[in-house]
């Protein structure tokens, strides 16, 4: 059987749960037609993250990688497209980390695509009723850092895997505690939508030609 590789991460920020962590943990098991579900959650600190991705790369073979962060303030499910080659953290990480206009691998290109097919997943999940897009940067924190290093990862060791990144709301409780207006998304809606989107980039070998792109 074919193992896909969820990843969500622990709390950061002060936030005492991480929405990531709790959706990917409920498809932990899970079957996909022939694919398998592991879900794992990865510390939120610089380097630490990515030797975590990089030994359940090695444990679980996965042909399909979707990672998962909070991005607090997003309204909507985020298929992030590209990941940079930057670190510049705006608060420490939780080993009291802050890097700062530091690449995250050096004489490593200045950025990589995702090899998702975001569009499908983000029509998709419309179609749901989820709302969703396509992102065009991922930040410079820790989610960026492991995309980033994911993606440079399946390059290098030449992985037949496929592997993006998505951005996930606040959950309702966490927007509680934001200033008014602050968006959130309820868990069961999270986790339908991560479902949703792996089921889409399974039947999707090529992404839809469809503009997700934007203005400004
Ligand atoms: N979100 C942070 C790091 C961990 C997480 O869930 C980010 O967007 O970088």
Known sequence: MKTILLTGFEPFGGEPLNPSWEAVRQLDG??????????????????????????????????????????GGRSELSLERVAINLDDARISDNAGAQP??????????????????????????????????VSHSAGTYVCNHLFYGLMHEIVQGELRCRGGFLHIPYLPEQAARQPAGTPSMGL?????????????ALHHERDLVISGGTTH
Do not use: N, W
């Open 30 to 71: 899970q079957r996909r037609g022939d694919h398998l579900i592991r879900a794992v959650q990865l510390s939120c600190a610089f380097g630490q993250a990515l030797t975590e991705l990089k030994t359940e790369l090695a444990r679980h073979q996965p042909v399909l990688v979707l990672a998962v962060g909070q991005a």
């Open 100 to 133: 700062i206009d530091s690449s995250i691998v050096a004489e490593g290109p200045a950025a990589y695509f995702t090899t998702l097919p975001i569009k499908a997943m983000v029509a998709a999940l419309r179609e749901a009723g989820l709302p969703a897009a």
């Open 188 to 200: 069961p809606q999270i986790v339908q939508g991560v479902g949703i989107a792996l089921d889409a």
